[in-house]
């Protein structure tokens, strides 16, 4: 029978199943069942066999698209391919070691797990970085205790020691979440010690460290060297300054919710005119978050210890530079940029009261029964705070740091 959309359209259903056969598409044909359902199969032959595919339903499927499909079916069983086989192995599910693949279970450990945590994307992305990026084709019941200390020391001897045991305690959790499962008999991290015991660190940059540090990220430019002194004029969380948005900032106040802080409380940063200086100078690359810290548009920064060692790097090209001779400047991490800025609003003679909550800190001074009745938020006093801040480091980036001004001078 010549098909056309309009007979399709109206072919009427009997009492028993119908195939009406397509002239224009010798193998294709229009099955009507019983209860009017509509739907495209064809007929073909691969290697000497007779097979048949079913297409779809009509109308979902049209008359122009099922011939289109069925003379790809031809096309395919010309080549010696089963197409009803290739869409039936495109069905079937993952072999069975598919699923005790790390990165599978890592996974299933974030739909499981910790979707339900505050911290649970940032557990994940560690995980995915380091375990993820080493084992994750790997089958679980592979990993061993020495595979588990292997991945540990190779992180330590990257210099990233507190990292490595970060690691270990997620890695730990993860392998304890599997035997929880029935996935592994028993965890592979069980005994394995922290890489080296970590310390308390006061590394604050000196004068000259900020000078230098200053230089460099000019130096460097987007994106590490305004991010670098954002963080350092600010005083705030490395992950809390990568999320930064423009919605985010309203004139001179940096407001952010509590979803983004690390103690779950609402804060507002006042900007000064230095910072918003350098977040100015930043070209932005259009993205749907409307982040500034970002090379894709679409996550925030990342990649922070190769960031800290570009800056680390040009910073003693830049001492070398000023002095005339190669400087040794002691290791410093991201973090140790808002203890700076502790450091010298202490400097400043700035209650330990007031840059606690600068910091955003509710232990110290602003826990207990203060942190609980005392609602007054210092939102004048964190302005002058980070302003005398700002000030100081230009005045130290500028060599014209001997005269001080302290908090109750400062504007």
Known sequence: MKLTAQN??????????????????????????PTGKKGWAVRYRVNGTHRRMTLGAYPVLSLA?????????????????????????AKAPKPQEDRDKVQTLLGQYEKRHLKSLKS?????????????????????HEITKRDVIDLLDG??????????????????????WCVERDI???????????VAKETSRDRVLSDDEIRWLWQACDDLGFPWGPFT????????????VAGMTDNEVSGDLWHLDAKRTKNGRAHDVPLSKTVRDVL????????????????????????????????AEKMAEVAERETGEPVEIPHWTFHDLRRTA????????IPVRVTEAVLNHVSGTGGGIVAVYQRHDYADEKRKALNAWARLVREIVTGKADNVVRIEGAR
């Open 342 to 349: 502790a450091t010298g609003m202490a400097r400043l003679g």
């Open 280 to 311: 100015a100078r930043v070209e932005r690359i259009e993205g749907k978050p409307g982040l500034i810290y970002t090379t894709t548009g679409e996550t925030p920064l990342s990649g922070f210890h190769k960031g800290r060692n570009h800056v």
């Open 184 to 194: 592994l008999p028993m965890n592979p991290a069980t005994g394995v010690k922290p």
């Open 155 to 176: 992180i330590a001897d990257s210099g990233r020691v507190v990292t490595a045991n970060r690691i270990r305690a997620y890695l730990s959790k993860f392998l304890n």
């Open 229 to 240: 002194q954002t963080l350092l004029l600010t005083g705030q969380r490395l992950g809390e």
């Open 120 to 140: 649970g994307a940032t557990v994940k992305r560690e995980l995915d970085r380091f375990v993820g990026a080493e084992w994750g084709d790997r089958d679980i």
């Open 8 to 33: 399709v359209d109206r072919m009427k259903p009997t009492g028993s199943r119908q195939q009406i056969a397509d002239d224009n598409c010798p193998g294709l044909n229009l099955i009507v069942q």
């Open 65 to 89: 698209d099922a011939r289109q499909r069925a003379r790809e079916v031809f096309a395919a069983a010309a080549e010696g391919r089963d197409p009803a086989e290739e869409v039936r192995a």
